[in-house]
């Protein structure tokens, strides 16, 4: 069976180590990116000149259409998804009471609805009882989920709490449709998503708190999401795999 993985924010950080580790793999990848344009084809490019198959479609995940779209782009450029990670998000490091209804709405739209709509639209090619093959669903939420976040974005958490739910909730409801869905909680990875969120020198300040005393790198968190996808996951489906240095 062709393995063709999806992985929606794919331009940098734990997105492209998840993409080359696929590529690596076996897998046919799409990913997609908002802005990082050039980011988003240098990976491509680096999968495509080893012999492996890539695309990359433009997508913002908080926009339905957008996800409709890619989806479709990629059943013409890839063929039929297998695999699915969920891994686009954001963060803004501020207080609730400081926050707005504007903002909240368009953090979880990132963050949450966008993770619903991409699964949805997999499952539709993916389920069994519509002439799929089944496949593999994986979210990346946050260790976040579990200690809140206080002082830092309580917000952002919350979002990671719903995605912990999600896949708790849709593990059960497609498992007869031969779909899997499990969750990473990676803890302190270093990406650009602590610069973009307001605080460059986090993990410089947060990592002795950590029991391995550092952070963690991409490739670290793409070993489990891609193990979580892999037949050696058979028996696994609704986990929250925690890949945080002990925290
Ligand atoms: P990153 O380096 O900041 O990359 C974020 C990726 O998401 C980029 O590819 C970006 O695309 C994409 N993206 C952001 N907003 C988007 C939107 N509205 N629509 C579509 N794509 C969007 O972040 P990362 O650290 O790799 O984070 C990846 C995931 O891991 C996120 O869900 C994050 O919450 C989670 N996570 C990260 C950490 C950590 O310490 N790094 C810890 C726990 C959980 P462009 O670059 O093209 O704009």
């Known amino acids: 069976m062709e393995k063709n993985i999806i992985i929606t924010g794919g331009s940098r950080g734990i997105g492209a180590a998840t993409a080359l580790l696929a590529a690596e793999q076996g897998y046919n990848v799409g990913i997609t990116y908002r802005e990082q344009e050039a980011a988003a084809h240098a990976i491509v490019t680096q999968i495509n000149q080893k012999d492996g198959k890539a695309v990359a479609v433009q997508m913002d995940v908080s926009k339905e259409a957008d996800i409709v779209h890619a989806f479709t782009q990629f059943d013409k450029q890839l063929g039929r998804v297998t695999a699915l990670v969920n891994n686009a998000g954001t963060l803004k490091q501020g207080r609730v009471v400081d926050t707005s209804a504007a903002y909240l709405e368009q953090l979880f739209a990132t ?16 389920s069994t009882a519509r002439g799929g093959q089944g496949g593999g669903i994986v979210n990346v939420s946050s260790i976040a989920a579990r ?32 779909i899997r869905v499990n969750a990473v909680r990676p803890g302190l990875i ?6 973009s969120g307001g605080e460059p020198g986090r993990i410089e300040r947060l990592k002795n ?25 058979s028996y696994s489906t609704g986990v929250l795999l925690d890949v945080s240095g002990g925290r």
């Open 111 to 126: 963050n949450v609805i966008g993770s619903f709509i991409c699964a949805r639209e997999a499952i539709k090619r993916m």
């Open 147 to 178: 200690l809140g976040s206080a002082n830092e974005y309580v917000d952002y958490a919350a979002t990671k709490g719903a995605i912990d739910t999600f896949t708790i909730g849709l593990a059960k409801e497609v498992i007869d449709e031969g």
């Open 190 to 195: 270093h990406t650009d998503i602590h610069t």
């Open 209 to 233: 708190s950590l029991p391995m005393k550092r952070g963690g790198y991409p490739e670290e968190v793409a070993r489990a999401i891609l193990w979580l996808l892999s037949d050696d996951a």
